[in-house]
């Protein structure tokens, strides 16, 4: 556990801060500069809407929420960490299987209140343990995921088509990664 997270967060969650960077990746380099993009486009117009104050009426649905999703081995996660440090932020990755079943809304605003204080990137790994179509939790996710409006979230996936579809419309952009083949 991290002795510098909560009790609860520590429980199901860590955090990553090394210097690995996107183009350290191998990703399709279209989807690395939309990804880029997207990151500097939401710091922008969050600047923009927290000076409008338009936070204050509609304080919903204003977060950056990609989806990683390929076998294991791929670099999905590499990439998110990769993300987090063009950001210059740190990540807090949570294992969503290890979210409990009873409680999750609890813990899960307690994630997102370490990654708001923290400026993280919020990664979600086997995420469709959370967000999966049969899961209970999927409700607590999705509502939590609707209330971060403070930074990116990264779902992490080896199974996209088990989450919900629901999900589809929060999620900004999908990153599909493959096997490497020999050139």
């Known amino acids: 556990?991290?002795?510098t997270?909560?009790?609860?967060?520590?429980?199901v969650a860590r955090f990553v801060r090394d210097p690995f960077e996107l183009l350290d990746v191998i990703v399709d380099a279209d989807l690395r500069d939309q990804a880029r993009a997207l990151v500097v486009s939401h710091e922008r117009v969050r600047r923009y809407l927290n000076a409008w104050g338009t936070h204050e009426i509609c304080p919903y649905g204003s977060g950056v929420t990609f989806l990683f999703s390929g076998p294991s081995g791929t670099g999905k996660t590499l990439f998110a960490r990769g993300l987090a440090t063009h950001m210059d932020a740190a990540l807090l990755a949570v294992s969503c299987a290890d979210l409990p079943d009873e409680g999750t809304e609890s813990v899960l605003r307690d994630v997102f209140a370490e990654a708001r204080m923290r400026q993280a990137v919020v990664l979600f790994d086997e995420c469709e343990a959370l967000f999966g179509a049969t899961s209970?939790?999927?409700s607590a996710g999705l509502n939590a995921l609707d209330y971060y409006a403070d930074g990116a979230v990264v779902l992490v996936s080896n199974h996209p088509e088990q989450l919900t579809p629901a999900l589809e419309r929060r999620i900004l952009l999908h990153v599909p990664f493959e096997r490497p083949t020999a050139a």
């Open 1 to 3: 556990s991290d002795p």
């Open 5 to 11: 997270l909560s009790t609860r967060v520590a429980a």
């Open 136 to 138: 209970k939790k999927k």
